[in-house]
């Protein structure tokens, strides 16, 4: 098993719990999927996982390669072969698409193969970053990510705010990595109809708990999912002082 | 004609400290008030170096200064590294770590006063004359002044804008998290930006070191009047930094020659203030947004 998680428990401020107590697995070129309603601790739970959040988790383990990887620093993560992009993809705004690309270590000589994969990135190296449209402000994440040839990616909602055929071409891409590269997929997502498409294994998330985990079947048949798939009806309302929590993150 | 040559010089020698004070800035969130006592420990060490020279040519000039300037770096460096990041690793927010640097600067003007004591000390002049340049007459100071900081602005700017290190550089100071995740190594790397800081005003500190007396708290005039110019420029743009300093030194001697001599460094304040007031951002800053 490449990435086994036991148990973390993930607060905010001391007091705040938001994973309480989340175990899953990802085994070598799997693509999993952690679906949930809004305020579930998906974000919470990448962050977490990615050492993003200062002495977070406080509890439990997580096993990267045999290792505990639980409270390391996010350098490390990454460099141990872990990579997250983030919900808001993570950019460097002011970077050109070739600056973001270099810092992940890209050549211009032997790396090439990323065009490949990312055909619209090529004529748009010299471009200011934040200057790109949302899906191709995705792709550039993703290909960031693909440079440092992770082991694992952790994806957090990466068809958010892209219209329906740029989601279905960024989960073929998905999918194309983990047969070519043979990375593996933990991806958090809204989505749930496009992502079950190339997902191995699902999970669902509420109020920082698995309520429900199963095959793509299994999910299919939840009256959970159907929930989901339907969207809205599943959105508690928030708590006053988780409403103040969310204003307050700028 | 002459109190606006003399605002450029002095102008030249804030825009070298603000750049330092902006770099910090625009990676940290830390004011970094330590930054003219860095440059003073330098400035020592070269006095040093220059007094165990009798013959003063140019050379040994180039050499104290040289090695001044990069003591300061270094030193820089050094607590950026073992005490700040240690700070930042901890979750300190950047108001608090500016309080510290206010510490550590007490610490080395108290270390500078055991060292080499309290009086101040002069500076003889590394170059003197004057020549005419269409028609105006300008002092070799002058000249050395303007071409020395030009050429740091320049080799700043390669630095900052072409090599791996200055875009990782600007990555942390846009996005501190995504850097981490790419491995960045922030802590050498704003380690590097405290060190390029340092070196220029180290610089700075000893081509203006002969118009003044050298003591312990030298530059820090200048480094109020930088970060003035860093105010009015904008905090967070390296050539806002430079353009701001230029019309705080010139502003300040002109008001100085005409106005009031007394009154001038509270003009300049007030100058500031003002800034403060209708454009908090600076000329060229972009809109004022805190970073999580
Ligand atoms: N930095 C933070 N500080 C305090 N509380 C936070 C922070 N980030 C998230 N929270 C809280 O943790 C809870 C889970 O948030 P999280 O962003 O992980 O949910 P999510 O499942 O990713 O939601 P969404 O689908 O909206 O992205 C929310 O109640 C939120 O207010
Ligand atoms: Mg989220």
Redesign the pocket.
């Known amino acids: 098993m490449l990435l086994q998680i036991k148990n973390i428990e993930t607060v905010?401020?001391d007091r705040?719990y938001?994973i309480k107590g989340v175990s899953l697995e990802l085994n070598e070129g799997e693509i999993r999927i952690v679906v949930?309603?809004?305020?579930?601790?998906?974000?919470?739970?990448l962050?977490s996982i990615a050492g993003l959040?200062k002495d977070q988790p406080r509890k439990g383990e997580i096993l990267f390669a045999n290792q505990n990887i639980a409270r390391k620093s996010a350098e490390k993560i990454s460099k141990m072969g872990l990579i997250l992009v983030p919900?808001d993809r993570g950019l460097f705004p002011e970077l050109t698409v070739e600056e973001n690309l270099k810092l992940a270590g890209w050549d211009k000589k032997t790396d090439s193969y990323i065009f490949d994969i990312f055909p619209n990135l090529k004529a748009k190296l010299k471009e200011i970053s934040n200057y790109l449209s949302g899906g191709e402000q995705q792709m550039l994440a993703l290909a960031r990510a693909i440079l440092k040839k992770p082991k694992i990616m952790l994806l957090?909602?990466p068809s958010f705010g892209l219209a329906p055929k740029v989601v279905s071409e960024l989960f073929r891409i998905i999918a194309d990595l983990r047969k070519e590269f043979g990375m593996s997929f933990l991806i958090?997502e809204?989505n749930v109809r496009a992502s079950i498409e190339i997902a191995d294994y699902g999970y669902i998330?509420e109020e920082?708990k698995i309520v429900f985990q199963g095959t793509p079947s299994d999910l299919r048949d939840s009256e959970l999912v159907k929930e989901l798939y339907l969207g809205g009806s599943v959105k508690k309302p928030?708590k006053g002082w988780?409403?103040y929590?969310?204003k307050?993150?700028w | 004609m002459d109190y606006l040559i003399a605002g450029i010089q002095v102008g030249f020698i804030y825009a070298l400290v603000s750049l330092g004070i902006v770099l910090v800035y625009r990676a940290t969130r830390i004011l970094n008030f330590a930054h003219p006592d860095f440059a003073t420990f330098g400035i020592f060490i070269a006095i040093d170096i220059l007094d165990k020279y009798g013959d003063k040519s140019a050379w040994v000039y180039i050499l104290a200064g040289g090695a001044g300037a990069i003591l300061s770096a270094c030193v820089s460096f050094i607590i950026y590294f073992f005490i700040i990041y240690e700070g930042q690793k901890r979750g300190v927010s950047p108001l608090g770590l500016t309080i510290v640097t206010i510490g550590i600067a007490y610490f080395f003007q108290s270390l500078e006063i055991i060292i080499w004591g309290a009086d101040p000390k002069a500076v003889p002049h590394f170059v003197s004359g004057k020549f005419s340049l269409m028609g105006i007459e300008l002092t070799w100071h002058f000249a050395v002044i303007v071409v020395v900081s030009l050429t740091i602005m320049f080799i700043l700017y390669l630095l900052i804008m072409k090599t791996r290190l200055g875009i990782a550089l600007r990555a942390i100071s846009q996005n501190l998290d995504a850097s981490r995740t790419l491995g960045i190594n922030v802590r050498f790397v704003v380690g590097f930006a405290f060190f390029l800081s340092s070196l220029a005003s180290g610089i700075a500190g000893i081509l203006i070191a002969p118009v003044y007396s050298v003591d312990q708290f030298f530059l820090f005039d200048p480094f109020l009047k930088a970060f003035i110019g860093a105010v009015i420029g904008g905090l967070d743009s390296p050539p806002g930094a430079i353009i701001g300093s230029l019309i705080v030194g010139i502003t300040e001697s002109l008001f100085g020659g005409y106005v009031s001599i007394k009154y001038k460094t509270a003009f300049i304040f007030f100058i500031g203030l003002i800034f403060l007031g209708i454009r908090p951002e600076g000329i060229f800053g972009k809109e004022i947004k805190e970073r999580?």
């Open positions: 905010y401020y705040l938001v949930g309603p809004n305020g579930a601790g998906k974000t919470t739970l962050k959040i919900d957090d909602e958090a809204q998330i920082g928030e988780q409403l929590k969310r307050r993150r | 999580v």
